[in-house]
């Protein structure tokens, strides 16, 4: 079982305690009317699948309740850094 | 009708002990949920002192995340609702029930099946957290006191497994 | 008793005899010893069968990694244990324990006519065998394997012990406690340092309870370590996996070496975090690779020192040593200070230390250089074996009652291996140790390589001049893996040491490559002529012996399997006679039978009622989220189909929610309770995966929205009361709300007191009735329901349970998320246009619902169906044809998906997903079944009161 840093928390806190959310900074276009059918399935579908650095969404699920975003190593299953949802890609 | 006589718990009224152990339902407690961007604003809503940081408590309320409190009160305290401003006020007096577990053996009766290292949680933290599959709040009154806050339906089976695991 | 037992050796505790017994028959032994110490004492030597060949097995190790000497142990109906190794099993009084894969006895053994034919059971046989003829797999081959294959009898009984578990923390978990553990953790005792020091055995000390040398040291360690607070011991406890971040699983074993186990946990579970791992886990001897090397009496030279100084049991009067290694002379000259003849050493190699030769020279020890056992005469015990030298000649026999075997040793690598460190070959050992740590962990002691024990050479095979095709020279014992088993593999185009293991099952089942794997690699490098450190090593898994499954479950089992979620009102229909149905967690009162009614009489009679009269229904499981701020119609209006913002206060709205797809994945009525705040519902099961979903796009897509969530599922008790009547008994009881039709509309909520505790009364309907669902604290909803019912009485007020409910919504057209979507549904297959506002520029799913693949043709529909035959009630899961003439497979146009018998309009109904359903309006389809194929027309979905007329009063 992981230990995860929540970066709100800013403590770890053991894996069971949160909810793995998918890959990060895929951002809801603002007017997805305004998307090709191709963009729009680039947006649901299409996931970079990384093998090392991949950036992801855990949510403190039973802490917090934050969602954050981490990179972790898809192959190590090491984590890199954790933060804050909102804050600049890592 | 009088509305104390008929409420009723999922947990029984009888505690039990084991060796250094005891576990007890809490007495009924007003409960809220806030939630706001600004704890200022919520504490000028509610008329009171926030922790001001995630797991400090502060007269009752513990601060749970960055833009959330739970509020343990004693029953028929009324917070106002703060309708128009930008905060949430939600009673929830119902929706959990309270569990004491206390004695020496309190902190590793809980670590039985909660994975926080509760060595490491000083007296007047609380946090929520998880017992096996079971969410909870963990409160912890003292070195030899928890005050547990758990969801309706789910105290008797995390009453069920305390106790199994206390014998 | 026999004359094994060494006066004046071992540390069992000679004043207490234990009576146990082995097959039936009983034997003594003393407090200390174990099931396979006990037995040895007493002169037995055959202690199992293997595998594969069913061959004669004694003892080999006198730890876990012994693979030999399974054995089941039984202590009364339940609490039978299948293949637990002797060595391991310590003996209490009255102990039962039994040998295995034998019929009918150990000593006559049918199945040995496997080793015989042998030559048939080659490497990767299973797979090449029983291909042909296909039938004969399931009737014939399947069975037979399964009756001969295996190793101990699966229990047959549900275990009634119970397994307790504990997370512990702490900031260095020492395990194994053998010399450099023990030094691990007294260089921390009195420290400020939270210390735990874990070992498998019954006692400390690990090799040092085999060296009377270390005893006083030993002690002396034990009570340092006892003495320090800081210091937590657990003996007969097993660390059998390391995970990430130091996170290190153990099993303590409680009572099984218990006469009397009393009632308390038979095991636990520990869950260890620790800041720094120290791993001592020693090493284990090799066995040598040569013809006989499984006969009982062939066992590891470390293993016959331990028997003799911690058990005070010789294994024999006149042993033999054969060694490839330095460190066997000096076990055999051990055995021979406390008094065991030692008839002969025979080592590979062609020169050994001096010091050796003289020891041996003055013991007055035979010694034979450059030479291997070729052969061991013997079948239940060693009679003697064949030696010659490596060069084939000089062929003699050297009479023995026993054999050691001193190959090397292999550092323990188990959990260095789970944490993922990595390894490195050391030519020196010829064995892998410990290279780079992939977490805050570091070997100490044996397992690290460090071994002060002489040296050695690494030989695959000892040399012998007989035909290497025609012996069995064992290199996993307990899966009878033979030397030329592996050289098969190679041959046979298997390259990779992973392959081999699979092809020939070295090193699977209880061993994990504990005895066996180096020899494996070595053999498989020599055969494909490449270095060891090329080939690689498998993969170590956990656990690092076997574990139970009751502790790995722990409480998790009957009715603490999970929670059962129980409403408040669960209790009144339990005492009311309802039967339950699980949904999702909870536990829901399905129907009411009174007076012996089946189902069908009680959901009828229940249909009934509610639409003619009044019926009372629990839906307090109804997922509830408050959702609260300046920006809540703006939030609700962003995830639902449906406009919200310009719902006006007391008004309640059906919401559909798609997911970002275009697939419906939850529905539910909200009410708007004030300007900012609203009290949304979703489905039973989809509480939790809802607020999940909306918490996601509130806290990573609007953050900027004013808005929070709040589950408030548990903290209303939901009573729906439903029928004509409802307003009738809803008035007789007290509360400040007006009920007139005028004063409160249907799909509106009002606040207020009914009984003396708050209420917000929702006038809604999921029956197509007059209907009202009363919201009370939780804590009061039994009390509430119990003065409805009694209010209900005049109008026969009834109790109805899960399947009328979803009767009586059936008949109305209404869907239930889940049972007629399954994810691939959209609002416009399943009729619910009327539910997305249209005006809406976005909401989440909005976009899919112009995707090419939801636009096009074809789709199924969610369509009504009527059979033609209106007493049939189809099978819901049933599939659909158009044409039921059609050769199978025919083309399947969709499925039933709700189907029922409708009391009030006195004929079945159903549901079902068609492709172009719409389309088909009036189409006759058919639907096979078993035993006939059934005709049904396509209908709409709502079969009762389509203009709504009942509601609406």
């Given amino acids: 079982m992981l230990l995860i840093h929540c970066p709100y928390c800013d403590e770890k806190r053991p894996e069971i305690e949160f909810a793995y959310g998918g890959e990060a900074h895929i951002a809801r276009p603002l007017d997805p009317s305004a998307l090709s059918d191709e963009e729009w399935e680039t947006y649901l579908f299409i996931r970079s699948n990384a093998r090392g650095r991949h950036h992801e969404r855990w949510r403190h699920i039973h802490g917090c309740g934050r969602f954050f975003n981490a990179v972790r190593d898809t192959v190590t299953d090491k984590f890199e850094t954790t933060y804050k949802a909102g804050e600049e890609r890592r | 009708m009088s509305s104390l006589s008929v409420s009723t718990s999922p947990l029984p009224d009888e505690p039990f002990a084991a060796d250094g152990v005891r576990v007890s339902r809490s007495a009924a407690l007003q409960r809220y949920s806030l939630r706001a961007r600004d704890p200022a604003k919520l504490a000028a809503v509610v008329g009171r002192e926030l922790p001001g940081r995630i797991g400090g408590v502060t007269d009752g309320?513990?601060?749970?995340?960055?833009?959330?409190?739970?509020?343990?009160?004693?029953?028929?305290?009324?917070?106002?609702?703060?309708?128009?401003?930008?905060?949430?006020?939600?009673?929830?007096?119902?929706r959990a029930v309270g569990i004491t577990v206390e004695g020496e053996g309190a902190a590793a009766l809980i670590m039985s099946g909660c994975p926080l290292d509760l060595d490491r949680m000083a007296p007047g933290q609380a946090t929520r957290t998880i017992y096996e599959t079971v969410e909870m709040v963990l409160v912890r009154e003292s070195e030899t006191r928890f005050h547990i806050e758990v969801w309706r339906s789910f105290a008797p089976w995390l009453w069920q497994s305390l106790r199994l695991s206390a014998e | 008793m026999s004359g094994y037992r060494v006066t004046g050796a071992g540390r069992v505790d000679r004043a207490r005899t234990v009576a146990f017994t082995f097959d039936g028959q009983t034997y003594q032994g003393y407090e200390g010893d174990t099931l396979a110490s006990a037995l040895l004492a007493s002169g037995v030597t055959l202690f199992g069968r293997s595998f594969k060949y069913h061959r004669p097995r004694g003892v080999m190790a006198a730890g876990v990694e012994?693979?030999?000497?399974?054995?089941?142990?039984?202590?009364?109906?339940?609490?039978?244990?299948?293949?637990?190794?002797?060595?391991?099993?310590?003996?209490?009084?009255?102990?039962?324990?039994?040998?295995?894969?034998?019929?009918?006895?150990?000593?006559?053994?049918?199945?040995?006519?496997?080793?015989?034919?042998?030559?048939?059971?080659?490497?990767?046989?299973?797979?090449?065998?029983?291909?042909?003829?296909?039938?004969?797999?399931?009737?014939?081959y399947e069975p037979t394997i399964r009756k001969m294959a295996g190793l101990g009898n699966s229990p047959t009984e549900i275990d009634p012990d119970h397994y307790t578990a504990a997370y512990v923390h702490c900031d260095l978990l020492v395990v194994g406690a053998g010399r450099a553990g023990l030094e691990a953790a007294l260089a921390e005792a009195g420290s400020d340092k939270r210390v735990i020091l874990i070992d498998e055995q019954n006692e400390l000390g690990g090799w040092a309870l085999s060296d009377p040398d270390q005893a006083q040291w030993l002690a002396q360690s034990v009570a340092t370590l006892t003495a320090a607070a800081n210091v937590r011991i657990l003996t007969r406890c097993t660390a059998f996996g390391f995970y990430h971040d130091n996170f290190v699983g153990a099993v303590e074993r409680l009572t099984d070496h218990l006469a009397q186990p009393g009632s308390g946990a038979r095991e636990k579970l520990w869950r260890i975090r620790a800041g720094e791992v120290v791993l001592a886990q020693g090493a284990i001897e090799r066995p040598l690779v040569f013809e006989g090397n499984d006969t009982p009496g062939v066992m590891l030279a470390s293993a016959a020192r331990t028997w003799l100084y911690r058990y005070g049991v010789a294994i024999g009067r006149r042993p033999a040593l054969m060694a490839s290694h330095d460190s066997g002379w000096q076990d055999a000259f051990a055995m021979a200070a406390g008094g065991v003849t030692i008839s002969a050493i025979v080592d590979v190699r062609d020169t050994v230390d001096d010091a050796l030769l003289r020891q041996a020279a003055d013991l007055g020890i035979a010694v034979h250089l450059g030479s291997s056992v070729i052969g061991v005469s013997g079948r239940h015990k060693v009679t003697g074996v064949e030696i010659a030298a490596n060069s084939g000649t000089g062929r003699k026999?050297?009479?023995?009652?026993?054999?050691?075997?001193?190959?090397?040793?292999?550092?323990?690598?188990?959990?260095?291996?789970?944490?993922?460190?990595t390894i490195a070959w050391d030519e020196s050992l010829g064995a892998y140790v410990p290279d780079k740590a992939n977490e805050n962990v570091r070997c100490a002691g044996a397992c690290s390589g460090q071994m002060d024990l002489g040296t050695g050479v690494v030989v695959p095979a000892l040399p012998t001049p007989k035909d290497a095709s025609r012996i069995k020279a064992f290199v996993d014992f307990q899966n009878d893996v033979t030397a030329k088993d592996i050289g098969l593999a190679v041959r046979e185009g298997f390259k990779s040491i992973e392959h081999v293991k699979r092809y020939t099952t070295n090193g699977m089942a209880t061993d994990q490559g504990k005895t066996s794997n180096i020899n494996g690699l070595q053999l498989a490098a020599t055969a494909l002529g490449r270095p060891v450190v090329d080939v690689g090593l498998t993969t170590f898994r956990p656990p690092y012996t076997p574990q139970t499954f009751g502790a790995l479950a722990g409480h998790a089992k009957d009715a603490l399997f999970q929670a059962t979620r129980k409403t408040g009102i669960d209790g009144w229909a339990q005492d009311n006679g309802a039967v339950f149905e699980p949904v999702s967690q909870w536990r829901r009162a399905w129907y009411f039978p009174q007076d012996g009614e089946d189902m069908h009489a009680a959901v009828n009679?229940?249909?009934?009622?509610?639409?003619?009269?009044?019926?009372?229904?629990?839906?307090?499981?109804?997922?509830?989220?408050?959702?609260?701020?300046?920006?809540?119609?703006?939030?609700?209006?962003?995830?639902?189909?449906?406009?919200?913002?310009?719902?006006?206060?007391?008004?309640?709205?059906?919401?559909?929610?798609?997911?970002?797809?275009?697939?419906?994945?939850?529905?539910?009525?909200?009410?708007?309770?004030?300007?900012?705040?609203?009290?949304?519902?979703?489905?039973?099961?989809?509480?939790?995966?809802?607020?999940?979903?909306?918490?996601?796009?509130?806290?990573?897509?609007?953050?900027?929205?004013d808005v929070w969530l709040t589950s408030t599922t548990e903290q209303w008790s939901v009573i729906a009361l439903q029928g004509p009547r409802a307003r009738d008994v809803l008035s007789a009881l007290d509360t400040d709300i007006d009920l007139s039709p005028e004063a409160f509309p249907h799909m509106s909520v009002r606040l207020g007191q009914i009984c003396g505790v708050p209420v917000r009364l929702f006038r809604v309907s999921f029956t197509g009735e007059l209907g009202f669902e009363i919201n009370v604290p939780a804590e009061y909803g039994p009390a509430v329901?119990?003065?409805?019912?009694?209010?209900?009485?005049?109008?026969?007020?009834?109790?109805?349970?899960?399947?009328?409910?979803?009767?009586?919504?059936?008949?109305?057209?209404?869907?239930?998320?889940?049972?007629?979507?399954?994810?691939?549904?959209?609002?416009?297959?399943?009729?619910?246009?009327?539910?997305?506002?249209?005006?809406?520029?976005?909401?989440?799913?909005?976009?899919?619902?112009?995707?090419?693949?939801?636009?096009?043709?074809?789709?199924?529909?969610?369509?009504?169906?009527?059979?033609?035959?209106?007493?049939?009630?189809?099978?819901?899961?049933?599939?659909?044809?158009?044409?039921?003439?059609?050769?199978?497979?025919?083309?399947?146009?969709?499925?039933?998906?709700?189907?029922?018998?409708?009391?009030?309009?006195?004929?079945?109904?159903?549901?079902?997903?068609?492709?172009?359903?719409?389309?088909?309006?009036?189409?006759?389809?058919?639907?096979?079944?078993?035993?006939?194929?059934?005709?049904?027309?396509?209908?709409?979905?709502?079969?009762?009161?389509?203009?709504?007329?009942?509601?609406?009063?």
């Fill in chain 3, 66 to 140: 012994d693979a030999n000497a399974l054995v089941s142990v039984t202590r009364g109906p339940g609490r039978f244990t299948p293949n637990l190794r002797a060595t391991a099993v310590e003996i209490y009084e009255g102990l039962e324990a039994s040998s295995q894969n034998r019929w009918p006895s150990l000593k006559t053994d049918m199945l040995a006519v496997n080793d015989r034919l042998g030559m048939f059971f080659p490497a990767g046989f299973y797979n090449k065998t029983f291909m042909w003829p296909r039938s004969f797999w399931e009737k014939l």
């Fill in chain 3, 785 to 953: 329901w119990k003065q409805i019912v009694a209010a209900g009485q005049p109008y026969g007020i009834t109790p109805y349970g899960t399947e009328t409910m979803h009767v009586l919504r059936a008949e109305k057209g209404y869907i239930i998320v889940g049972q007629d979507t399954d994810g691939t549904v959209t609002p416009m297959d399943a009729g619910l246009n009327w539910a997305i506002g249209k005006k809406k520029k976005d909401f989440v799913g909005k976009r899919s619902l112009a995707r090419p693949d939801i636009v096009a043709p074809g789709r199924k529909h969610l369509v009504g169906l009527l059979t033609e035959d209106p007493s049939l009630v189809l099978e819901e899961g049933a599939q659909i044809v158009a044409d039921p003439a059609q050769p199978v497979p025919m083309t399947m146009l969709g499925h039933v998906t709700s189907s029922y018998w409708s009391e009030a309009l006195g004929r079945s109904i159903a549901f079902a997903l068609v492709a172009g359903g719409q389309e088909r309006m009036d189409e006759t389809l058919h639907i096979p079944m078993p035993g006939a194929v059934h005709k049904a027309q396509v209908s709409g979905m709502v079969f009762f009161d389509p203009e709504g007329a009942r509601i609406n009063v």
């Fill in chain 3, 605 to 705: 009679r229940e249909c009934r009622a509610v639409r003619e009269s009044v019926g009372i229904f629990d839906a307090s499981t109804l997922g509830k989220i408050e959702v609260v701020g300046p920006d809540a119609a703006e939030f609700l209006n962003r995830m639902y189909t449906n406009p919200w913002k310009m719902l006006e206060p007391g008004r309640c709205r059906y919401g559909l929610l798609l997911r970002e797809d275009g697939f419906i994945t939850d529905d539910g009525v909200a009410g708007r309770i004030s300007p900012n705040r609203f009290h949304v519902t979703t489905t039973t099961g989809g509480a939790a995966r809802v607020l999940a979903m909306m918490e996601d796009y509130l806290q990573t897509e609007w953050p900027d929205l």
């Fill in chain 2, 61 to 94: 309320i513990a601060q749970l995340g960055p833009d959330e409190f739970l509020a343990l009160l004693p029953v028929g305290t009324q917070l106002p609702s703060g309708e128009e401003e930008p905060v949430s006020v939600v009673d929830i007096s119902s």
């Fill in chain 3, 397 to 421: 026999r050297i009479a023995c009652d026993a054999l050691m075997m001193a190959g090397g040793w292999t550092p323990t690598l188990h959990l260095w291996s789970h944490s993922k460190g």
